[in-house]
């Protein structure tokens, strides 16, 4: 299957159960190829939970949830060694982290120690338990969850944690239209717990998404966005309102996240729009403002709108 016939079939799919979001589908898409992981930020009820089961069946992956609470242990996460009374032997009850797709349900409930054993996994691809480390083989995509309005009992991600997200992405309010297919759809007897009821059906495998990915990173980039990525990033370092710019595995990841997004439109090579659009979703957690600049109310998204805005389009 090439990418683009992925990329519509996805869509299409998605589209029986999600009413639009079309923005925020397609770069959870990109992340998806692209092997990076995602955070979406919305408030209760806009489907982040829905989407990402929904992502997990159509792509053939093994999905697990966690519900991130202030008494998560991180042995509920990774798993733990259980004393077997009959061997008189340890066996390792592997916790839900070994998953292709996993979904972290409002991630920032948890303390910092629970949060950095995922953290650990989703940068290095293993799980320590008990001094011993088990890889974490094939497609492992996390998406975390957070709610932008709650913030009495949470455990803010640090910067540097933030940071092991490829993309944070900001889930809004359907349009007047899209809330009322989405009411008719509820009439007409749609089962948000039943996927199958809803007509859907895998589109891949893992081994075959595993192959998409590799497809996508063999996308042409040429000297003129390697240049561009590189400016705005110095930018981003430079610019009145921030006090710590975007780093180089942010340029990284928004290279990775502009050929997958190039590769999901049929194209095997990345225009100044997908490196455009990638900005803000690919920057906006990794940027520190001044102080100054936040009483001033200026946003993340704002400053990279100034910055990109200021930035000449290769040709």
Same mark, same amino acid.
């Given at each position: 299957?090439? #990418? ?5 079939? !996805? ?12 923005? /925020? ?24 939970? &829905? ?10 992956? $093994? ?18 060694? #259980?004393?077997?009374?009959? =061997? ?5 009850? $592997?916790?839900? #982290?070994?998953?292709?797709?996993? &979904? ?9 120690? =629970?949060?950095?054993? @995922? @953290?650990?996994? !989703? +940068? +290095? ?24 309005? +709650?913030? *009495?009992?949470?455990?803010? @991600? ?18 007047? *239209? ?29 081994? +075959? ?22 400016? #705005?990033?110095?930018? =981003? ?32 090579? /990345?225009?100044?729009?997908? %490196?455009?659009?990638? %900005?803000?979703? %690919? ?10 600049? *936040? ?10 709108? =100034? ?9």
């Amino acid at each position: 299957m090439k #990418i683009s016939e992925f990329s519509q079939a !996805m869509k299409a799919q998605i589209a029986q159960v999600i009413q639009g979001q079309d923005e /925020v589908i397609e770069q959870l898409l990109a992340c998806l190829l692209a092997g990076g992981h995602a955070l979406l930020e919305g408030v209760p009820g806009v489907a982040k939970t &829905l989407l990402a089961r929904t992502l997990a069946y159509l792509s053939g992956c $093994r999905f697990k949830r966690i519900q991130f609470t202030p008494d998560l242990m991180p042995a509920d996460i990774t798993g733990t060694n #259980i004393f077997d009374s009959r =061997t008189a032997e340890f066996s390792l009850r $592997r916790g839900p #982290i070994f998953s292709q797709i996993l &979904l972290a349900d409002e991630v920032n409930r948890t303390p910092p120690k =629970t949060q950095s054993a @995922l @953290l650990q996994a !989703m +940068e +290095e691809r293993q799980v320590t338990i008990d001094g011993t480390d088990y890889p974490l083989e094939g497609v492992f995509f996390v998406i975390a969850t957070q709610n932008p309005i +709650e913030y *009495e009992g949470t455990y803010p @991600l640090p910067e540097a944690q933030l940071d092991r997200f490829m993309m944070k992405i900001l889930i809004g309010y359907p349009s007047a *239209e899209e809330e009322e297919r989405i009411l008719r759809s509820h009439d007409a007897g749609f089962d948000p717990h039943d996927l199958a009821q809803a007509s859907l059906h895998p589109l891949v495998n893992q081994e +075959e998404l595993a192959a998409l990915q590799a497809r996508a990173g063999e996308v042409r980039v040429e000297d003129g966005i390697f240049q561009y990525i590189v400016e #705005i990033l110095r930018q =981003t370092r430079q610019a009145y309102a921030v006090s710590l710019g975007a780093s180089p595995r942010a340029g990284v990841a928004l290279l990775k996240g502009s050929k997958a997004l190039a590769a999901l439109r049929g194209r095997d090579f /990345v225009l100044p729009d997908e %490196v455009k659009e990638l %900005v803000l979703p %690919v920057l906006r957690h990794r940027l520190i403002l001044k102080p100054e600049a *936040e009483l001033e109310g200026i946003t993340p998204d704002q400053a990279l709108q =100034t910055i990109i805005d200021a930035i000449p389009v290769p040709r």
